[in-house]
């Protein structure tokens, strides 16, 4: 049974760093065609993917957030870290990880719960 | 990269087939047959529905189906029922190899 879930602060500052952490199980992030991506919804509004990391370390990130992303793995711990600088309140939504299986080329089938980030002074 | 467009809502009354359009470019959607559907119901977590444009996991009502054609994919939903209620994204890979979401559809049962 696949597993995710979201882990950080809830509060963040204008201008600092956001570290999300998500821990998942019944999967390995060393298996062939496996994949971890990061997609955030602000309150009301869209779905927005912000990065994906292959089972190989190959990264992906959204253009627009480019500079300020970066996606991590530590395999023996089954977690998958997003960090994001430069907070803005607008940055205010709930934060997604979810599972690529290997065999489909672009779908998320298992998602965590979410996790609300709310970025202000 | 741009959203894909959606239409904001689409409404239906039970036992009705509503359709859902997901317009993109010749880069995402109509570049790749690896478009994919969710379903969200409020304070949830998405849902797959649909994924390389036509197939449905495991556990997915078959009253859920996908087609595409050109820089358009689009969602049908047979056979309307309460539960369907919900808003709906679709997905696209690009050729940036990167993910774009949809603008979202809200999803009413009359």
């Known amino acids: 049974q696949i597993t995710l879930k979201e882990s950080g602060p809830t509060l963040v500052k204008p201008t600092q760093t956001l570290t999300l952490t998500c821990t998942f199980s019944?999967?390995?992030?060393?298996?062939?065609?496996?994949?971890v991506g990061w997609i955030r919804q602000p309150p009301g509004k869209a779905l927005e993917w912000l990065a994906f990391l292959y089972w190989n370390d190959e990264k992906r990130y959204s253009p627009s957030l480019k500079t300020r992303l970066t996606i991590t793995k530590d395999t023996s711990k089954n977690q998958v870290v997003l960090t994001m600088t430069n907070m803005d309140p607008v940055d205010t939504a709930t934060y997604y990880c979810?599972?690529?299986?290997?065999?489909?080329?672009?779908?998320?089938?298992?998602w965590g719960q979410g996790t609300l980030i709310t970025v202000s002074s | 990269q741009s959203a894909l467009t959606q239409p904001a809502s689409v409404s239906g009354s039970p036992g009705q087939s509503i359709t859902i359009s997901c317009t993109g470019t010749s880069s995402d959607v109509g570049g790749y047959n690896y478009v994919s559907w969710y379903q969200q119901h409020p304070g949830k977590a998405p849902k797959l529905m649909i994924y390389e444009v036509t197939n449905r996991p495991s556990g997915v009502s078959n009253r859920f189906s996908g087609s595409k054609s050109g820089n358009t994919a689009s969602l049908t939903i047979s056979g309307l029922q309460a539960e369907d209620e919900a808003d709906y994204y679709c997905?696209?890979?690009?050729?940036?190899?990167?993910?774009?979401f949809g603008t979202g559809t809200k999803v009413t049962v009359l």
């Open positions: 019944g999967f390995s992030l060393s298996t062939n065609g496996v994949g």
């Open positions: 979810a599972h690529k299986r290997n065999d489909w080329k672009a779908a998320f089938d298992y």
């Open positions: 997905s696209s890979y690009t050729r940036s190899n990167t993910y774009v």
